[in-house]
């Protein structure tokens, strides 16, 4: 069974694959956008839509799928951008770690059963990984836009930082430029949008 690359349709009409099962063992994150290929494609197909018509796919403000169309004009292509280390907002909050390998089958093995080639990390390793996460562009909760905010605008709360003094804030910025993840952001005048 073949799978188109862009639609991740298969040779079975309604049939759509994505992750692992098309590209083998690969990251999260291209399992993510090959899955987030084929959940498009499927409402395409089920709605009678063209790809080449999705401008943008979004929820809004009320939680609702919202697709925007181009019409007749052409899609742009936009390159990947590959964000490195060097380019996260604050790194030195960070400690680099290295990618943990994943263990698998010598060839020899592999092929005499049907075993999984690749075992897949354990619990530890599982964690160790998660947890070389740079939060992007969200909280992670580390606390540190409330330590540095000289008026104590910001306090951390139960589920994380909260805006209590609004309208005493200087506008300093320190929040943000010292938010390693770059989550936080503000509009004048300040309201809560951490």
């Avoid at 796919?57 to 590959?82: A, F």
């Avoid at 905010?149 to 200087?170: A, F, N, S």
Wanted: charged share 25%.
């Amino acid at each position: 069974m073949q799978v188109n690359e862009q639609t991740m349709a298969t040779t079975v009409e309604g049939v759509f694959a994505a992750g692992d099962a098309v590209t083998g063992p690969s990251s999260v994150a291209e399992a993510i956008g090959t899955g987030r290929r084929a959940a498009i494609a499927m409402h395409c197909f089920l709605t009678g839509m063209s790809m080449g018509d999705i401008r943008t796919i979004y929820t809004n403000q009320e939680g609702v799928l919202t697709i925007e169309k181009y019409g007749s004009r052409e899609r742009e292509e936009k390159t990947q951008e590959v964000i490195g280390f060097d380019d996260v907002l604050n790194p030195d909050y960070y400690e680099k770690e290295n990618r943990v390998p994943m263990k698998a089958l010598d060839p020899s093995e592999s092929t005499k059963g049907f075993k999984e080639i690749y075992a897949g990390y354990s619990g530890e390793e599982a964690i160790h990984e998660a947890n070389r996460c740079f939060h992007c562009g969200h909280c992670a909760v580390c606390g540190t836009c409330a330590e540095i905010c000289p008026l104590d605008v910001i306090t951390m709360g139960e589920e994380g930082p909260e805006v209590v003094y609004p309208k005493e804030c200087w506008h300093c910025g320190g929040c943000r430029i010292n938010c390693p993840c770059g989550a936080v952001y503000y509009e004048f005048p300040l309201s809560m949008l951490i």
